[in-house]
Nanobody
Framework: QLQLMESGGGSVQAGGSLRLSCTRS????????MGWFRQAPGKEREGVAY????????SYDDSAKGRFTISLDDAKNTLYLQMNSLKPEDTAMYYC????????????????????WGQGTQVTVSS
């Protein structure tokens, strides 16, 4: 069973940066997507950024475009999310997730389509 573990969360002031990491317990063969999601108290879990195997294709939620960068080091089994220009509204628990997809497919955007999840890492941005 694939396991994911996030790290790198913390507390920063608005305008600051954080780099989240997500380590996989094993190599993922075949075609797959990984994504970063976040959930603030009382809100639904939402997708932030997505990446396909090899990093050939990435996509971002509008709230993350121009500020966040998702990357994947397949050899190290590690997914990253570089977050710059952080805002108080970015405060949430951040989760990484993974799903196998068909070759040629696109990364799903809904959290309910991902079946491997980490435990989350808290990001708090103060004004």
């Amino acid at each position: 069973q694939l396991q994911l573990m996030e790290s790198g969360g913390g507390s920063v002031q608005a305008g600051g940066s954080l780099r989240l990491s997500c380590t996989r317990s094993s190599y993922m063969p075949g075609t797959y997507c990984m994504g970063w999601f976040r959930q603030a108290p009382g809100k639904e879990r939402e997708g932030v950024a997505y990446i396909s195997r090899g990093g050939a294709r990435t996509s971002y939620d509008d709230s993350a475009k121009g500020r966040f960068t998702i990357s994947l080091d397949d050899a190290k089994n590690t997914l990253y999310l570089q977050m710059n220009s952080l805002k108080p509204e970015d405060t949430a628990m951040y989760y990484c997730a993974a799903v196998f997809i068909l070759r040629g497919g696109t990364c799903p955007l809904g959290h309910y389509e991902y079946n491997y999840w980490g435990q989350g890492t808290q990001v708090t941005v103060s004004s």
